[in-house]
């Protein structure tokens, strides 16, 4: 049980923050699900956690982080945030391309997911093993793959947007807790 108001404080503030802005974004944009809403949305959920966080830094007694499983931690955050977190940006910034170009609808349901999270996934653990010249690999077999579908411009130049902003997103947060783990 909560045995003083800084043990409940952090936890309302995050529910406050989360709240009002989850709120303002459904006034302002009337429930539209947008790649640009999202980016703007989970930028201020980070700076309202940023702005929580100096707060219980500067006013309130915290316990000291001993270190221990930090790596752990990092590399689990990267691959929550790069293989499934990173999929729902794309999806929905390839939703309004596909949408806005009329482009048929063929192959499996949910294939090009499926395909972005196994590449994002494989582009972070060749960068945590220190391996990123593999990377080219995964492009080459992945152009191979789609040379027939390269024939057709429309559907070639939706492959290659998915799949550039796929692993742009996947190299510089790879690489980003790569940093991180070095501390």
């Known amino acids: 049980m909560l045995q003083n108001w800084t043990e409940w ?8 923050f989360h709240f009002v802005i989850d709120y303002i974004k459904q006034i302002k944009t009337g429930g539209i699900d947008s790649a640009k809403v999202m980016v703007i949305d989970q930028a201020l ?3 309202g956690l940023l702005l929580i966080v100096l707060f219980a830094y500067l006013t309130l ?8 499983g930090y790596k752990a931690i990092i590399i689990l955050a990267a691959f929550s945030l790069i293989v499934p977190g990173f999929g729902h940006f794309i999806g929905r910034y390839m939703k309004e391309i596909f949408e806005e170009n009329d482009m048929p609808t063929e ?3 949910n294939g090009g997911k499926l395909i972005g999270q196994l590449e ?8 945590l093993i220190g391996q990123p010249l593999g990377i080219g690999f995964l492009v080459a077999a992945k152009s191979i793959l789609r040379f027939e ?4 411009q429309l559907i070639a130049e939706y ?4 799949t550039l902003l ?18």
Do not use: C
């Open 9 to 16: 404080l952090v936890p309302l503030l995050v529910f406050i």
């Open 45 to 47: 959920h980070i700076a």
């Open 61 to 68: 007694p915290i316990i000291a982080f001993t270190g221990i």
């Open 107 to 109: 192959g499996l349901k």
């Open 120 to 127: 994002r996934m494989l582009v972070l653990i060749l960068i």
């Open 149 to 152: 579908e390269s024939k057709v």
């Open 159 to 162: 492959a290659i947007i998915g």
């Open 166 to 183: 796929s692993f742009s997103l996947a190299i510089a947060f790879s690489s980003l807790a790569v940093w991180a783990m070095s501390f």
